[in-house]
């Protein structure tokens, strides 16, 4: 040890930190130059000559919206919203046994747990629209596809969710009940349901919100919903009756996000 | 023991009503739903056979068409990345200005507050056709549309962190005579880093699976190849990019995983 009244050695450690930020600072330096460069040759330079020619014919188009054919904006929007609907319950419903198939103080082998847990990662990773794509293919074209999908895409986030709510309850009211002598069964509906079900409803009602959104995009695949209205409409440059889409589907969405989260602080 | 022959329920009746009525529109307005859409699960579990066979119709994949399914890719991903830093930089300013710890003007506050509401009410789609309608095909309005849709769930996260942290050091930075920029600085950065790092990281792993929409509307990315191969009806090409779309996926947010854990 050196002490020559000047400030103490620097510690081995920061060395060591310095050299790992170096490398990383390197890293993202060449993730970064790789994306940008990539991006920058496959631009199209040219579309920024015609944007403000764009600019002033679209945009006020956009901004009287034409409603002479909200009767099939309207449908389309209330179909985005049964599909949004009967997905997120079935989901709801089905992720209830696979949120306690994934809770660690309600499966006693590990080994089993993590295979629940497993098995709602693997939903999670699937993205809305692959699954949409293999369910119109299967099952064909139209509503019923995105019911699917959504269902399937929404059972993992709250399966996973479901679980966590699980593992967070107090335990000493199911230990007092076995205590008691109390089955399984009455475990489960007098122990466990009445802490967990206000939260299993909030978490639904919050993939709900979710789900609206996510409907939008089912129709690009031709899984129903107002995905396919939106398409049509953008490709045809009929951009005030766009206006109107917009406008509304932002109308919903704001109405059921409010609706929902009054919903939800009322729950919890 | 004979007390328990009368069925004593530990909820009250009003609450066992409400609940009930509230079951009831729930399971009403289900039917009413699938109803709607068409949706008959006793058929689909009747004919599951018939969809059974039309599902191996993807298989076995096309792994031929593989290498013309790399550069879309790619494409992709390049997107992810350049719209994540433009709305990593972007909402910086943004949250500062939506966190009640920072802002104490209380208009300016919930202007924010709302301009970061509306900007999430947006689904991504929309976004897409929006800047495709204003600046034509490519891969620029993709990018513009993945920046905004970020934006906006990036913000939300970080002024949340932001008004969660310890207001005292703010203070004390204050109290010696720091100005905004060095509380912020030194009160600020220190202490929303390492969630801010996670919350981009995050945002990029769900911009790399919007991007998959971008391609449908024409902004870039390796949705429109999938779009064009599923007009040919080309099932096997379609899983061939499928899987190779879910493998980046898969790596890309176990990589992120990783480093989030580390991070926070």
């Not at chain 1, 206006?243 to 059921?256: N, T």
């Not at chain 2, 859409?37 to 059974?52: A, C, G, K, R, Y």
């Not at chain 2, 790619?74 to 972007?90: G, H, N, R, Y």
């Not at chain 2, 007009?231 to 990783?258: C, D, G, H, P, R």
Request: glycine share 6%; aromatic share 12%; charged share 15%.
């Amino acid at each position: 040890m050196e002490n020559n009244g000047s400030l103490p050695p620097k510690p081995e450690r920061l060395k060591q930190k310095r050299i790992r930020n170096l490398v990383i600072a390197v890293i993202l330096l060449v993730i970064y130059i790789w994306a940008f460069s990539g991006v920058i040759r496959a631009m199209d330079w040219s579309m920024l000559q015609k944007l403000d020619e764009n600019i002033r014919q679209v945009l006020p188009k956009l901004f009287s919206p034409d409603l002479t054919e909200w009767r099939k904006v309207f449908d389309k929007i209330l179909e985005t919203i049964f599909i949004a609907y009967a997905g997120t319950l079935i989901a709801a419903i089905l992720a209830v046994p696979f949120g306690f198939w994934a809770a660690k103080n309600m499966v006693k082998s590990p080994v089993w747990n993590t295979m629940g847990k497993w098995f709602l990662i693997l939903d999670r990773t699937f993205p809305e629209l692959i699954l949409a794509i293999i369910f119109v293919i299967s099952v064909g074209p139209g509503a019923f596809a995105g019911v699917l999908t959504i269902g399937l895409t929404a059972f993992g986030m709250l399966g996973k969710l479901y679980a966590e709510v699980i593992e967070s309850i107090d335990m000493k009211v199911v230990e007092a009940m076995e205590a008691n002598g109390a089955n399984k069964i009455q475990i489960l509906f007098y122990g466990i349901m009445p802490q967990v079900l206000p939260e299993f409803l909030s978490f639904a009602l919050y993939r709900f919100e979710i789900d609206i959104r996510a409907s939008t995009i089912l129709g690009l695949v031709g899984a129903g919903g107002i995905g396919t209205l939106i398409l049509i409409t953008a490709q045809n440059r009929n951009w005030p009756q766009l206006g109107f889409i917009i406008i509304s589907i932002v109308v919903v969405v704001i109405a059921i996000d409010y609706i929902s989260g009054k919903l939800r602080k009322r729950l919890v | 023991m004979q007390s328990t022959q009368h069925h004593i329920s530990i909820y009250p009746r009003g609450m066992k009503m409400r609940v009930t009525l509230t079951l009831v529109m729930v399971a009403l307005f289900y039917f009413f739903s699938l109803h709607k859409t068409e949706s008959d699960f006793i058929e689909f579990f009747s004919n599951l056979d018939v969809v059974f066979m039309k599902l191996l119709s993807m298989f076995p994949p096309n792994w031929d068409y593989i290498p013309h399914a790399i550069g879309p890719l790619i494409e992709t991903i390049q997107i992810a990345i350049v719209a994540t830093t433009f709305s990593v930089i972007i909402c910086i300013p943004l949250s500062l200005l939506s966190a009640n710890t920072i802002v104490k003007n209380q208009y300016v506050y919930y202007f924010f507050r709302n301009l970061l509401n509306l900007m999430r009410t947006i689904p991504d789609i929309l976004l897409a056709t929006l800047f495709v309608s204003l600046f034509g095909v490519g891969i620029l309005p993709g990018i513009l549309a993945l920046t905004v849709f970020s934006l906006g769930i990036l913000a939300k996260l970080l002024s949340e962190t932001i008004e969660t942290i310890d207001p005292r050091q703010l203070e004390a930075i204050q109290s010696t005579g720091g100005n905004l920029l060095q509380v912020i600085w030194y009160g600020v950065v220190p202490q929303v880093l390492p969630q801010f790092i996670s919350y981009g990281l995050y945002v990029f792993e769900l911009n790399v699976r919007a991007s998959l929409v971008l391609g449908f509307v024409g902004a870039g990315g390796i949705g429109s190849i999938i779009d064009t191969q599923l007009n040919f009806l080309q099932y096997k090409n379609v899983m061939a990019i499928l899987i190779l779309l879910l493998a980046a996926v898969i790596f890309i947010e176990t990589v992120s995983n990783f480093l989030r854990r580390r991070v926070v």
